[in-house]
C-alpha cells in the first residue's frame, strides 16, 4: 500500500505534528506501508536529507520565523510529480494550503482523502489575534472546521476529549481516534548529569523542567508565575523552560519582572535524539499546564525518562493522565499547583513513586500498535471507498 502524506509543517521545525508524522512513517515502513510525505523547505536552515521526503519551495510567515508558507503552485507540481494515481490514498497533517490541495487532487484523481485533526484552533485564535473578540474567533474557527471536514472521507483525532470536541461541532465525516505513540527511541535513557553539565546549571539544585514550543497558548506564563510561589518553599529551585517559539521574548521579560533572572534557564531547541533526553531525564519534576494539546506527547516522553510530573489535564491530555500514570493532577491555580511541585521536590518518597509508575505506563502507548491501528484504517478506507459510508472505530 502506497499513502501520499501531505503537511504544511515538518522538520527542522519542532512540534507535535512534526513528531507524529515521523513516527508514524517509521512505523508504518515496518508495517509495509509505503509513504511519500511533500513538506516546506526550511531555506536558511539544516534540514537532513530524508527517505520519502519531498520539500517544496515555501516563503516566510510574518512574524513567524520558525514556520514556512508552501507555495500554491510550487505545492502542485510536486503533487503532480509525485503521481497520485499510483497512491492509494492521501492523507492531510494540516488544515492550511496542504489541505486544499490534498482534497483537491484527491477529488481529481478519484482516492480517498483523510486527515488528521492535530491542532485544537478554536483556543489559538486569541493569541494570535488579539484584536478579534474571543466568541468571533472560536465561531471562526468551528466553521472552518466544519466546512474542511466535509471534503474527507475520514477524520483522525489523537484523542478522546477532542474527537468528542469534532461531534460537538455538527461533524459528520467519521472520526477515528489513533493517538500518535511513543516511538521506542524515546525510551533510551537520557543524562541528566549530562545535561546539567553542559548547560552549566549546578548539581545540586533541583530543576522544575518544560519542555515543548514557546508559545503563548503553551500557558508557560501561569508556570512561571507558579514558580514564584514554588521558591517560596524550595528556595535553590530553578525552572528551566526548554524549545523556541514565539513566546520566548515575552517569557524573557516577565521573568526579568519578576526578579528570577537567575533563577530560570532557557535552554532554547534541543537536539531531539541527544540532548532533549538528557533534559528529560535532568527534571526533578515535569510541569504542564497547556489548554490547548490535542495529546500531549511530551508528558509521555516525560514519563518514559522516569521525570515526576505535576499538570493539569485538558482536552487531549486528559486521555493520558489517568490514575497510575505517575503525574499529580491539579487544577490550573497557582496555589494547589506550586503545592503538587514543592511535594515532588521535598517528599523523595512520592517523587520516587511518581517515576517508577511513568515508565511502564508509557511503554503502554506503543506507536507501533498505533500504526497497526492506522494501517488497517487506511485498508478499510480503501476498500470501502465508491459510496460505501466508514463507521468511526470504536474507541479503545
Wanted: proline share 6%; net charge positive; aromatic share 8%.
Amino acid at each position: 500500500m502506497r499513502i501520499l502524506f501531505i503537511s504544511d509543517v515538518y522538520f527542522p521545525r519542532v512540534n507535535g505534528v512534526s513528531t507524529s508524522i515521523r513516527t508514524f512513517r517509521e512505523d508504518l515502513s515496518r508495517r509495509g506501508v509505503e509513504t511519500l510525505l511533500i513538506a516546506p523547505e526550511y531555506e536558511g536552515q539544516l534540514q537532513a536529507a530524508e527517505h520519502g521526503v519531498m520539500r517544496v519551495s515555501a516563503g516566510c510567515v510574518p512574524q513567524d520565523p520558525e514556520d514556512r508558507r508552501l507555495r500554491w503552485g510550487a505545492l502542485g507540481r510536486a503533487i503532480e510529480a509525485a503521481r497520485p494515481p499510483e497512491f492509494d490514498l492521501i492523507h492531510i497533517q494540516t488544515p492550511f494550503l496542504a489541505h486544499y490541495a490534498g482534497t483537491r487532487f484527491a477529488k481529481r484523481w478519484g482516492i480517498p482523502c483523510i486527515e488528521t485533526y492535530h491542532t485544537f484552533f478554536e483556543e489559538y485564535v486569541h493569541h494570535y489575534v488579539p484584536a478579534l473578540p474571543r466568541a468571533v474567533g472560536r465561531a471562526c474557527a468551528r466553521a472552518l472546521t466544519r466546512s474542511q471536514c466535509r471534503g474527507v472521507q475520514a477524520l483522525i483525532a489523537p484523542s478522546e476529549p477532542l474527537r468528542d470536541s469534532l461531534l460537538q461541532y455538527g461533524i459528520r465525516t467519521p472520526v477515528h481516534v489513533i493517538p500518535t505513540g511513543l516511538a521506542a527511541d524515546r525510551f533510551a535513557p537520557g543524562d541528566g548529569r549530562r545535561f546539567r553539565l553542559s548547560a552549566g546549571l549546578p548539581a545540586e539544585r533541583p530543576l522544575v523542567t518544560y519542555i515543548g514550543r514557546v508559545a503563548h497558548e503553551k500557558n508557560i506564563e501561569f508556570l512561571v508565575r507558579m514558580f514564584v510561589r514554588v521558591r517560596e518553599a524550595v528556595p535553590r529551585a530553578m525552572l528551566v523552560i526548554a524549545g523556541e517559539g514565539p513566546a520566548r521574548e515575552s517569557l524573557r521579560r516577565l521573568v526579568a519582572a519578576l526578579g528570577l533572572e537567575s533563577d530560570v534557564h532557557f535552554a532554547g531547541y534541543l537536539d531531539r535524539d541527544t540532548t532533549l533526553l538528557d533534559c528529560y531525564a535532568a527534571a526533578s519534576v515535569f510541569v504542564f499546564a497547556s489548554r490547548t494539546e490535542t495529546q500531549g506527547l511530551v508528558l509521555l516522553e516525560a514519563m518514559a525518562q522516569g521525570a515526576p510530573i505535576v499538570s493539569t489535564a485538558e482536552l487531549g491530555t486528559r486521555s493520558i493522565l489517568l490514575p497510575g500514570c505517575g503525574a499529580l493532577v491539579v487544577e490550573e491555580r497557582i496555589a494547589p499547583f506550586a503545592a503538587a511541585v514543592a511535594r515532588v521536590l521535598t517528599d523523595p518518597g512520592v517523587a520516587s513513586a511518581l517515576s517508577q509508575q511513568g515508565r511502564p505506563y508509557a511503554r503502554a502507548w506503543s506507536s507501533a500498535a498505533m500504526a497497526g491501528r492506522l494501517a488497517d484504517l487506511y485498508h478499510a478506507l480503501r476498500a470501502g471507498f465508491n459510496g460505501v459510508a466508514l463507521r468511526a472505530n470504536p474507541v479503545r
